[in-house]
């Protein structure tokens, strides 16, 4: 079984992230591509999807060692055909995940919890008059 999963395809959470420039490795358009993934949301997905696939939290992105984490995923079976016939692609892959991912059950938690304690801190911040110090005229 580790020997078949080395031949696996690799998704980055970077590939999807929307915060990330192409330079920086987002493969997919910012506008279909959702605020920072993590690999246990990703293969969360990617259950949803019927698609086999392991997490490996412990390999980091070759551009960005601090970017931990990635998913090995098989589109096709020996056979093959498609796991999922709506899916041909590793960027169709990644857009169905980058859609669902906003709509993860984690995410969905969090957002009820923080979304009252959220209005609270910004009511503080305002415009600040630091701008003009330093100038002087000649």
Same mark, same amino acid.
């Given at each position: 079984m580790e020997r078949e999963i080395k031949k696996w395809n690799i998704i980055y959470p970077v590939y999807m992230n929307s915060k990330k420039t192409i330079a920086e490795g987002r493969r997919i358009s910012a506008s279909k591509a959702c605020e920072n993934p993590t690999c246990m949301e990703i293969s969360d997905c990617c259950a949803h999807l019927k698609i086999p696939h392991a997490v490996e939290i412990d390999k980091a992105y070759p551009r960005d060692f601090m970017q931990?984490?990635?998913?090995? *995923? &098989?589109?096709?079976? /020996?056979?093959?055909? *498609?796991?999922?016939? /709506?899916?041909?692609?590793?960027? /169709? @892959?990644? @857009? &169905?995940?980058?859609?669902?991912?906003?709509?993860?059950?984690e995410r969905t938690k969090k957002q009820e919890t923080t979304g009252s304690s959220s209005a609270a801190g910004a009511a503080g911040a305002g415009p600040s008059k630091s701008g003009k110090h330093g100038k002087k005229k000649k």
């Open positions: 931990v984490g990635r998913v090995r *995923f &098989q589109l096709k079976k /020996a056979d093959g055909s *498609f796991w999922n016939p /709506a899916i041909s692609s590793k960027k /169709a @892959l990644m @857009l &169905q995940i980058a859609e669902l991912v906003p709509k993860h059950h």
